[in-house]
């Protein structure tokens, strides 16, 4: 379910919130500086009760965050692979102008990019105590420790891991979905829930920033099995898709989400009888880290802070279950580039929802205005809070989303248009076609908007940094065959 048609599901769900008022004033405290609360989710795409991105996923808990605050319902990733999504969200800056585009490089090897004070640091030169778990910026050694002060660890990251694999794929030893292990409180997504709840309880003589990074749903999807069983496979509902979906995209553009990849091929998990377990196994992730969110929520409000705290929710990208007949991130459709973005807190309206383009990088803007920082010149992002006051301001700006210099995806609020480094393109109209099933490039009743996002591809990329892994190996094995 997508744009276009999940805003009844969207208002049943956050019915019991306040919808009586358009604009809401968003003021200066006179007491103490407000606090942040930085939720980052790992992989977690549409697939929470508010987006209606899967019909059966529960997610009460983010979904009460909905009810309490606004819920960005056309938000977009910069880039549908961990490392530089994340790095735009700390530097608010486009990869086209960091250089960052896949796996690595970090943000200090950018010189752009480390000329932008990162946000941890930014708050904490401002006063504030800033502290953190779990993934936040990129899990690469070293990088949350260089970045945020008083990092506390990753707690396991991606572990625990069963001695052999559960699953029948035999690629990446990431790759891998099943009910493990036994109990919640073996998971690191457990343990750094209770780290926060912990941290809400102590003083503070200072303004916080906080930061809570969970890796579920990213792989390996395991979860124990009381979330398994909130999902069985006699009635579980697989995306929708259509036979012959990538018939009119370019070889390009197949290319670039296919070749040198490490997920298991759309064709291996049918043949293989592993789409349901998939799906499966993802939902229950989904229940599973949201449940640890509500933790979280739980403990601002029962303590000191719940009063004068920001809450930004997120997650760094998108990810296909079978759309576009893949199973991983790293696309510039929707299902890879469409994230979950909820902000709640002081004076903040409360179960609203706006349905402008709006990107990842404006958290960092906007949490400055939040606090009343001053603006930072050199941001790409834009504040969010003319919006937070008006769901109906006046908003020119438009979601981009690249892999890789070359291939960009601009979303306005009701189209989705696709340029690749060959320079073929792909379009599309959600208020007809939600599912991206239909490429309308080529119709001629679309020109002029067509040409209105086309002009919003940048002139100006840095050139790719780093090198190595797979997301540089994809882009290099694709411009090699294609060109």
């Known amino acids: 379910m997508k744009k276009s048609n999940y805003i009844i599901l969207i208002l049943g769900i956050i019915l019991t919130a306040s919808f009586g008022y358009k604009k809401s004033k968003i003021e200066p405290?006179?007491?103490?500086?407000?606090?942040?609360?930085?939720?980052?989710?790992?992989?977690?795409?549409?697939?929470?009760?508010?987006?209606?991105?899967h019909p059966q996923a529960k997610t009460p808990d983010m979904d009460r965050m909905a009810q309490r605050g606004v819920l960005f319902s056309n938000a977009h990733c910069q880039a549908p692979v961990c490392n530089p999504s994340r790095a735009s969200v700390m530097t608010s800056l486009y990869p086209s102008t960091s250089g960052i585009y896949f796996l690595n490089p970090d943000i200090v090897e950018s010189?752009?990019?480390?000329?932008?004070?990162?946000?941890?640091?930014?708050?904490?030169?401002?006063?504030?105590?800033?502290?953190?778990?779990?993934?936040?910026?990129?899990?690469?050694?070293?990088?949350?420790?260089?970045?945020?002060?008083?990092?506390?660890?990753?707690?396991?990251?991606?572990?625990?891991?069963?001695?052999?694999?559960?699953?029948?794929?035999?690629?990446?030893?990431?790759?891998?979905?099943?009910?493990?292990?036994?109990?919640?409180?073996?998971?690191?997504?457990?343990?750094?829930?209770?780290?926060?709840?912990?941290k809400l309880t102590e003083k503070q003589?200072?303004?916080?920033?906080?930061?809570?990074?969970?890796?579920?749903?990213?792989?390996?999807?395991f979860a124990p099995q009381k979330w398994f069983d909130m999902y069985p496979l006699e009635s579980l509902q697989l995306p929708k898709t259509i036979t012959g979906d990538l018939d009119d995209i370019s070889p390009y553009g197949i290319d670039i989400t296919r070749l040198k990849h490490v997920s298991p091929a759309f064709e291996w998990v049918v043949e293989n009888e592993e789409w349901k377990p998939l799906v499966?196994?993802?939902?229950?992730?989904?229940?599973?880290?949201?449940?640890?969110?509500?933790?979280?929520?739980?403990?601002?409000?029962?303590?000191?802070?719940?009063?004068?705290?920001?809450?930004v929710l997120f997650s760094d990208h998108g990810f296909h279950l079978g759309e576009k007949e893949r199973f991983a991130k790293r696309s510039l459709w929707e299902?890879?580039?469409?994230?979950?973005?909820?902000?709640?807190?002081?004076?903040?309206?409360?179960?609203k929802v706006v349905t402008k383009p709006v990107q990842l990088m404006d958290i960092y803007p906007t949490l400055l205005e939040l606090c009343h920082l001053k603006p930072?010149?050199?941001?790409?992002?834009?504040?969010?809070?003319?919006?937070?006051k008006d769901l109906d301001a006046e908003w020119p700006h438009y979601a981009?989303?690249?892999?890789?210099?070359?291939?960009?995806?601009?979303?306005?609020?009701?189209?989705?248009?696709?340029?690749?480094?060959?320079?073929?393109?792909?379009?599309?109209?959600?208020?007809?076609?939600?599912?991206?099933?239909?490429?309308?490039?080529?119709?001629?009743?679309?020109?002029?908007?067509?040409?209105?996002?086309r002009n919003q591809v940048p002139k100006k990329r840095h050139d790719i940094l780093g090198s190595g892994s797979t997301g540089h190996e994809s882009y290099e094995a694709t411009e090699k065959k294609n060109n």
């Open 400 to 453: 981009r989303t690249c892999f890789g210099p070359g291939n960009y995806a601009i979303i306005s609020e009701q189209y989705r248009f696709i340029q690749y480094n060959d320079r073929t393109e792909e379009f599309y109209d959600h208020k007809v076609d939600p599912h991206e099933w239909y490429n309308a490039i080529d119709k001629p009743e679309y020109a002029e908007i067509i040409g209105k996002h």
């Open 29 to 53: 405290k006179k007491q103490d500086k407000p606090n942040v609360l930085f939720i980052a989710i790992d992989d977690l795409n549409d697939w929470i009760g508010v987006l209606g991105g």
């Open 205 to 221: 003589d200072q303004p916080f920033w906080m930061g809570v990074g969970f890796y579920r749903p990213h792989v390996p999807q």
């Open 376 to 388: 930072d010149p050199k941001h790409e992002g834009n504040s969010l809070v003319p919006l937070l």
């Open 111 to 198: 010189t752009v990019a480390n000329e932008n004070r990162v946000m941890p640091k930014r708050f904490q030169q401002e006063g504030y105590n800033v502290f953190a778990a779990g993934k936040i910026f990129h899990n690469g050694k070293g990088i949350n420790e260089t970045h945020i002060p008083n990092y506390a660890g990753q707690f396991g990251g991606f572990g625990p891991m069963p001695e052999q694999k559960i699953s029948t794929y035999p690629g990446h030893p990431l790759w891998d979905w099943g009910v493990y292990p036994e109990r919640d409180d073996q998971m690191p997504d457990y343990e750094i829930a209770s780290w926060a709840e912990k």
């Open 335 to 351: 299902d890879g580039a469409r994230v979950p973005m909820i902000i709640m807190g002081p004076d903040i309206p409360e179960g």
């Open 280 to 311: 499966q196994s993802y939902l229950a992730c989904v229940s599973f880290v949201d449940e640890q969110v509500g933790r979280v929520l739980d403990a601002l409000d029962n303590g000191d802070y719940g009063d004068n705290t920001y809450v």
